[in-house]
């Protein structure tokens, strides 16, 4: 099965940019989605399709995806950023989909 | 606006059976996809399986394959998830997401809305 590894920790100073790996083997050639969970919350999808934003997410959130590595960036990062971030692609076999997700990063705002 | 608002938790014996649900409102029910996803305490999250209201078409993950049952009742907008026989290890928040599916590249969209979570406690 698909395996997407994400780094447990990440820690950014604020106004500084956070970057958030996922890797997974030739993931270029999946979509790959992004969501943010602070805790005691429900996850909340903050980008798509690799680089795209659900309306309401700020630009400061973006994406990219190459290679074996996809990855989150989030520029000027503000306290409020703190949270557990985690990537997900749909594994596509001849006669089903699974959902994979990643272990999940959590984003410290030092 | 849409909404996907699931029931209130639950404090459960080992043994006991379950049915928890989810509603969804501001949209029509029968179009989309409802996943449940799995987060243990402390833990990541991980994807139980999927239901299609519309003709109740359910796909699941090989890891609760045979553990759990997802259902649908289209007519009050209502998916379900449900055990015969909780253990300790279902101790969990169980969250409920919406998924659209593109026909024309045939894969799942993301899960673009969530439901609050129902945390189930199964305990002696």
């Known amino acids: 099965s698909y395996v997407l590894t994400q780094p447990p920790s990440v820690s950014v100073a604020p106004g500084q940019t956070a970057r958030i790996t996922c890797g997974g083997n030739n993931i270029r050639s999946k979509s790959v989605h992004w969501y943010q969970q602070k805790p005691g919350q429900a996850p909340v999808l903050v980008v798509y399709?690799?680089?795209d934003r659900p309306s309401g997410i700020p630009e400061r959130f973006s994406g990219s995806n190459s290679g074996n590595t996809a990855t989150l960036t989030i520029s000027r990062v503000e306290a409020g950023d703190e949270a557990d971030y985690y990537c997900?692609?749909?594994?596509?076999?001849?006669?089903?989909?699974?959902?994979?997700f990643g272990g999940g990063a959590k984003l410290t705002v030092l | 606006e849409v909404q996907l608002v699931q029931s209130g938790a639950e404090v459960k014996k080992p043994g006991e059976s379950l049915k928890i649900s989810c509603r969804g409102s501001g949209y029509s029910f029968t179009n989309y996809w409802i996943a449940w996803v799995r987060q243990m305490p402390g833990k990541g999250l991980e994807w139980m399986g999927i239901i299609y209201p519309g003709d109740s078409d359910t796909r699941y993950s090989p890891s609760f394959q045979g553990q759990v049952t997802i259902s649908a009742d289209k007519s009050i907008s209502t998916a379900y998830l449900q055990w015969s026989s909780l253990k300790a290890s279902d101790t969990a928040m169980y969250y409920c997401a919406r998924a659209d599916y593109d026909y024309v590249w045939g894969t799942f969209r993301p899960f673009d809305y969530w439901g609050q979570g129902t945390l189930v406690t199964v305990s002696s």
């Open positions: 399709d690799d680089r």
């Open positions: 997900q692609v749909w594994e596509r076999s001849s006669d089903h989909s699974d959902v994979v």
